[in-house]
């Protein structure tokens, strides 16, 4: 199995219990039920992880609209676009293998800070992934395609 690096980590966050709360961390841990200590962990694996590029927040940005980071809910923030990439692609991170598992369909919540933003990120919000070898991400860790 070959790896080429497209990208790296910009931010990382978790989701607090009770709260719409983001909480941005140096370093997440990943084990087979998602992100330990966030708040959808155990949950359901298959959508265990929201990954999100930053060209999402540079379209919305584009509109004026100022959005902070995490705001769509993300658990890795990349400089790197994954949503045109299939279901069952995979990447690693740090130690971590991860593979897409579906797209991440848009929230009406989102609406809230705009009213155009569920319209104008229809199809670039984010993918989910689950993980296929748990271990640990770090803000600025490179992102590696695996290729069979």
Known sequence: MSKKCVGKIIELFISIKESS???NKPTIELD???VVGDKFYDKDNIRSILITSTDSYNLIKEYEIEMPYGYLGENILMDYNP???SMGSRFQIGTVVLEISQNC???NHLSVLDKRIPKLLKNDRGIFAKV???GRISKNDDLYMLEE
Request: with cysteine.
């Open 32 to 34: 087979l039920a998602g």
């Open 105 to 107: 369909t848009i929230c």
């Open 83 to 85: 949503y045109a990439l």
């Open 132 to 134: 296929i070898k748990p």
């Open 21 to 23: 709360t983001r909480i």
